[in-house]
Each structure stands twice: as structure tokens, then as C-alpha cells.
């Protein structure tokens, strides 16, 4: 399930912006769990615990890296 919100409609400092691993995968309707498994190349470590990835990304997803 893709989200409403337009990616033209964003500016380029929103689509820059870094959002949890559990908002991209609201925003792409998967759980957290295969998020993370599908696109560990996305992510940014934010401190020592925390992942990150950017909007634009999470949004605009590329194509998994297994199977």
C-alpha cells in the first residue's frame, strides 16, 4: 500500500529529512522486520542504536537486494 502524499509536493529539504525504520515502513505498509531485510542498504546509523533513513527513499523505494 503506497501513501497519498505526492513527492512533487515535498520540497527538498522535507525529502532530506530522516525518518524511523518503523515510519518508512508505515509509510510502504510492511512490517519493520521486512523493511529492515528488504533495504539494509537505505539505512543510516544515528547514533548507537538508531537507524535512520530519508524520506525521499522511503518514498521512492529501489528494488530489493534479495530475491
Known amino acids: 500500500m503506497k501513501t497519498a502524499i505526492k513527492v512533487p509536493e515535498l520540497g527538498a529539504l522535507e525529502l532530506k529529512q530522516k525518518i524511523s525504520l518503523a515510519e518508512a515502513a508505515k509509510l510502504n505498509g510492511v512490517s519493520p522486520a521486512t523493511f529492515r531485510r528488504a533495504y539494509p ?5 544515528i547514533g548507537k ?3 535512520a533513513i530519508t524520506l ?4 521512492n523505494l529501489p528494488p ?4
Open 41 to 45: 542498504h537505505l539505512f543510516h546509523r
Open 49 to 51: 542504536r538508531r537507524l
Open 56 to 59: 525521499a527513499d522511503a518514498l
Open 64 to 67: 530489493p537486494t534479495h530475491g
